[in-house]
């Protein structure tokens, strides 16, 4: 379980600041619903890094992990009464179905560079196929085989995927259709 403790009692659905805000005690699942009280770019809670936790959320739940978010301060034994069952702040329940460590990582790992693809490489990637050198448009950061990379296609980030090439081959191979 991770335990996110902040200055807050949790997760509401508005500005804590309204006295009709409300505590969410249980989110079942990470919903379009709770990323727009999580907030964008101009929201009030982005500076207290409630976007952030959301994420954190989403992570923690699709891996099989529960979540809680609460007050520590200036609240006692915080720790010990989450573990004796009390119900503090916010609960994320864990999804069952989560991923393998492996995808785990693929997914929520920093990559380390992108590879822009065309629109022919995105469809037969997204249909499970292997990238082919044809379908690389360009190569972006510096990398090694066995590092994990963005897959790009008009400026979004389609996949993730670990390369067999580092960047500078690929370079030299992109948009051809064989390689001697």
């Known amino acids: 379980m991770l335990v996110i403790w902040t200055d807050v009692n949790g997760l509401y659905d508005k500005n804590p600041r309204h006295k009709d805000a409300r505590l969410i005690r249980d989110v079942a699942a990470v919903t379009s619903k709770i990323d727009r009280i999580a907030g964008g770019a101009s ?4 500076k207290g890094g409630m976007r952030t936790k959301i994420e954190a959320a989403k992570i923690a739940t699709k891996s099989n992990c529960a979540m809680i978010y ?4 200036p609240k006692k034994d ?3 009464r989450l573990l004796s069952g009390e119900e503090i702040g916010t609960f994320f329940r864990p999804r069952k179905a989560g991923y393998t460590n492996r995808e ?3 997914r929520f790992s920093k990559s380390h560079g992108t590879i822009s693809v065309d629109g022919k490489a995105k469809d037969a990637l997204l249909a499970g196929a292997s990238l082919l050198p044809s379908g690389i448009l360009s190569v972006g950061g510096e990398f090694e085989s066995g590092c994990l990379s963005s897959l790009v296609h008009a400026k979004r980030e389609i ?3 670990i390369v ?5 081959e690929l370079n ?3 948009g051809r259709n064989q390689i001697r």
């Open 43 to 46: 929201s009030w809670r982005t």
């Open 70 to 73: 609460c007050q520590r301060t």
């Open 78 to 80: 915080v720790l010990t």
């Open 104 to 106: 785990r990582w693929i």
């Open 159 to 161: 996949a993730k995927g």
């Open 164 to 168: 067999e090439y580092s960047s500078e």
């Open 172 to 174: 030299q191979i992109k």
